[in-house]
């Protein structure tokens, strides 16, 4: 018994070595984190998109810039950005962008999403966006709409989620999926 509470003391200490000897690194350390950082970007056939931007993200930019770019256009002034983009088959592609540059950290940067109908007819569809804060509130668009649905915005969107959605000609939910803004743990 008394090896037993000396084994674990023992354990405890070295825990408590490892912990206090290699301390990980802060978000100050991590220039991606640094309050007012702006986003690292990457060119993407003439579209500026986010280094934290998933693979597909790059894909599907890299597939139809022009699409990309009409998205932004959407969203406004200053949102150059892209943070993520999805497609749903022959239905339809989500893109979220931002301006990178404002917002008082990393993860507060202002984001807009935009639902587009590539189907060629109206559709019941809508966009939600999600920020990375829970007391926040969605911003979305639902109805029906022969091009896209949106723009939405958060101001402090960054690490949060956006929703799509659509219904086809037969009233058949087709699209009904979530993605993320920005790849973030």
């Known amino acids: 018994m ?3 509470v000396i084994r674990s003391g023992i354990a405890a200490t070295v825990m408590l070595g490892l912990m206090t000897a290699a301390p990980a690194a802060s978000a ?3 220039p991606a984190l640094k309050a007012n950082a702006p986003i690292s970007t990457v060119n993407v056939n003439g579209v500026k998109v986010s280094t934290e931007a998933s693979t597909e993200t790059r894909r ?3 597939a139809n810039p022009v699409a990309a770019v009409a998205a932004a256009n959407v969203c406004g002034s200053g949102y150059t950005i892209s943070t993520g983009a999805y497609r749903y088959g ?3 592609s989500t893109y979220t962008w931002t301006n990178g540059t404002s917002g008082s950290g990393y993860y507060d940067k202002p984001i807009c999403a935009v639902f587009f109908n590539d189907t060629g007819a109206s559709r019941s569809m809508g966009v939600r966006l999600y920020s990375n804060f829970t007391a926040d509130p ?3 668009d639902f109805g029906t709409f022969s091009s896209y649905a949106g723009p939405v915005y958060q101001k402090r969107g960054y690490c949060g989620r956006v929703y799509s959605y659509m219904k086809d000609a037969s ?3 087709v699209v009904d999926n979530y993605g993320t803004v920005g790849s973030c743990n």
Do not use: W
Request: hydrophobic letters at 35%; a negative charge; glycine letters at 12%.
């Open 171 to 173: 009233g058949k939910v």
């Open 90 to 92: 022959t239905y339809g």
């Open 28 to 30: 100050a350390e991590h």
């Open 60 to 62: 599907l930019i890299e």
């Open 138 to 140: 969605a911003d979305e």
């Open 2 to 4: 008394k090896s037993a």
